[in-house]
């Protein structure tokens, strides 16, 4: 028989939102749970270090999410990783999740389900993943000791994950589609200490080329029409992200691409849903703004709960 839970707050996502919202609402004293589809941390699992988040220099990000998920502990919240979700209805009341494992009655639920690279959406990318074509340089980077690598795109997650690389690669192509880059200033400038790092502007990816494994890439240079071939045996694109809302989308308000929309509470289009970190509409996408979302949204889901409480009586 599967198994019943009834919950004040459910958080979907176990990453840096995630799991500080999970802290903060348990910490307002109402039964909390996290549900993940994978192992909690989240995105900031699978890079190396980070540089900038406060009071903490140089930390791994496995490191700091697993302190993360501790701090979680200390307060009573439930943790549920590697569930298989069947279903979420965000709309009835309780809200319910359903995995293969159990029913989650949900009083609140708060949405840190964080996002995920873009593809090219160009031939070859689908068919050579894992072959070649690779979205997390830390996980892949060792496979491309001494080889040639292309890094696509132009902002911080492309910048610092070539410099990543090119420790690795014999030979680090960035090939960006404008005529500079959208890196912050200082990475831009350790960018230049690498000799092996050399950038193609205003050229996108057309397609990925290969046997077994990828072998080049066709170029299109933006400004002249002309197409070239450029020999390298791993693509690893990072051209921006995609919300993760697969089981939700549609049952609260979103923009074009789906992140969602909150107002300054974090709460969404739905009574008693809320959103939180790189899954909503944000100007920054970063763990201190993700851990900063999951405590606003927590608080102000403890409010709506003594609101609703206050109704009743
Ligand atoms: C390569 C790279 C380098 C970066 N470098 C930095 C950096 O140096 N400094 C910095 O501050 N930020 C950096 N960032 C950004 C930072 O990682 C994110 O902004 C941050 O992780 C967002 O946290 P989040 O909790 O919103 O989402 P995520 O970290 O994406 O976590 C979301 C979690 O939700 C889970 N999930 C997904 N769908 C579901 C579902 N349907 N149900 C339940 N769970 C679900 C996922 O498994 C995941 O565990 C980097 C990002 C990348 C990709």
Redesign the pocket.
């Given at each position: 028989m599967t198994q019943v839970y009834n919950f004040d707050v459910v958080i979907?996502?176990?990453?840096?939102?995630?799991l500080s919202s999970a802290m903060y609402a348990a910490r307002g004293n109402v039964s909390t749970a996290v549900?993940?589809?994978?192992p909690?941390?989240?995105?900031?699992s699978?890079?190396m270090v980070?540089?900038?988040?406060p009071g903490s220099i140089n930390s791994g990000g496995f490191e700091l999410m697993e302190t993360f998920e501790q701090q979680a502990d200390l307060f009573g919240v439930k943790k549920f990783p590697m569930?298989e979700?069947l279903s979420?209805d965000l709309i009835s009341d309780p809200k319910v999740i359903l995995t293969t494992e159990a029913r989650f009655n949900a009083k609140t639920v708060i949405l840190?389900?964080?996002?995920?690279?873009k593809k090219l959406g160009v031939k070859g990318e689908e068919e050579f993943t894992g072959r070649g074509v690779s979205y997390?340089?830390v996980c892949d980077g060792a496979f491309y000791k001494d080889k040639i690598v292309t890094v696509v795109g132009g902002g911080?997650?492309a910048i610092?994950?070539a410099m990543y690389l090119a420790r690795f690669a014999s030979k680090l192509y960035i090939v960006h589609r404008r005529n500079e880059l959208r890196a912050d200033k200082i990475l831009q400038d350790r960018l230049k200490t690498f000799s092996n790092i050399e950038i193609i502007y205003n050229s996108v990816v057309k397609e990925i080329i290969g046997e077994t494994n990828v072998t080049k890439v066709l170029l299109l240079n933006t400004i002249t029409n002309e197409t070239s071939e450029l020999q390298t045996d791993g693509v690893f694109p990072?051209i921006g992200l995609i919300p993760?809302v697969?089981?939700f989308s549609g049952q609260i308000k979103q923009d074009a691409m789906g992140f969602i929309y909150t107002d300054e509470t974090l709460k969404t289009s739905v009574d008693g849903v809320y959103a939180?970190?790189?899954?909503r509409v944000t100007p920054l996408?970063?763990?201190?703004?993700?851990a900063s979302?999951?405590a606003i949204s927590a608080v102000y889901a403890v409010k709506y709960l003594e609101s609703v409480k206050e109704k009743v009586l």
């Open positions: 979907l996502g176990g990453g840096p939102a995630g549900i993940d589809i994978n909690f941390g989240g995105q900031p699978n890079y980070l540089e900038n988040y569930q979700i979420i840190a389900t964080g996002a995920q690279a997390c340089a911080n997650s610092e994950e990072y993760n697969e089981g939180a970190g790189d899954v996408r970063q763990v201190i703004t993700a979302d999951g």
